[in-house]
T-cell receptor
Framework: DAMVIQNPRYQVTQFGKPVTLSCSQTLNHNVMYWYQQKSSQAPKLLFHYYDKDFNNEADTPDNFQSRRPNTSFCFLDIRSPGLGDAAMYLC????????????FGSGTRLTVV | KQEVTQIPAALSVPEGENLVLNCSFTDSAIYNLQWFRQDPGKGLTSLLL?????REQTSGRLNASLDKSSGRSTLYIAASQPGDSATYLCAVREYGNKLVFGAGTILRVKS
């Protein structure tokens, strides 16, 4: 089945230690998104790639970076995680038009100790 | 700026009851609206997608309606089951590839 896969499902990192979360897709979608979801809150868009074009949300902290080396993979890098960065990180994809909606991965739960 | 509101924030019902979850959005210039289900600690599963030109979509016991002019959508769940217990999220896609979410409705169906 075509899908969006996030690894790892759970990630524990130390305060200030860089961490990378990964996302891959077999849907061949043009657009890939990273969302942050804190407990009992709505998912918040951090940034998205439209093909190779990177689009950062205005309020996304500089601590968060992303890479998309090819159509299938996208990475979220947190350069110096703080306690406030503990959250569920959700990767999603869509076609260029978005007519078929968004497809989400299972998420990565990040804990900062 | 688009804002999406979901009411109620939480709902507890006995098994077998029909129920309605509400979603409202402030800017009617949307491309489509999508309802998702989220189980605790998990990702989002798409339930129904309604294009801006459509009025409703149905899948099994689920029916979603859209009134774009009034900025409202409802998700109707028929004959609820304990397995329906989850958080239900409404999200609108704006022109420009951005999906804006509501905070969700936490549903508990008691057996």
């Amino acid at each position: 089945d075509a899908m969006v896969i996030q690894n790892p499902r759970y990630q524990v990192t130390q305060f200030g230690k860089p961490v990378t979360l990964s996302c891959s897709q077999t849907l061949n979608h043009n657009v890939m998104y990273w969302y942050q979801q804190k407990s009992s809150q709505a998912p918040k868009l951090l940034f998205h790639y439209y093909d190779k074009d990177f689009n950062n949300e205005a309020d996304t902290p500089d601590n968060f970076q992303s890479r998309r080396p090819n159509t299938s993979f996208c990475f979220l890098d947190i350069r110096s995680p703080g306690l406030g960065d503990a959250a569920m990180y959700l990767c999603a994809t869509s076609t260029r038009t978005g007519v078929d909606g968004y497809t989400f991965g299972s998420g990565t739960r990040l804990t900062v100790v | 700026k688009q804002e999406v509101t979901q009411i109620p924030a939480a709902l507890s019902v006995p098994e077998g009851e029909n129920l309605v979850l509400n979603c409202s959005f402030t800017d009617s210039a949307i491309y489509n609206l999508q309802w998702f289900r989220q189980d605790p600690g998990k990702g989002l599963t798409s339930l129904l997608l309604i294009q801006s030109s459509q009025r409703e979509q149905t899948s099994g016991r689920l029916n979603a309606s859209l009134d774009k002019s009034s900025g409202r959508s409802t998700l109707y769940i028929a004959a609820s089951q304990p397995g329906d217990s989850a958080t239900y999220l409404c999200a609108v896609r704006e022109y420009g590839n951005k999906l804006v979410f509501g905070a969700g409705t936490i549903l508990r169906v008691k057996s």
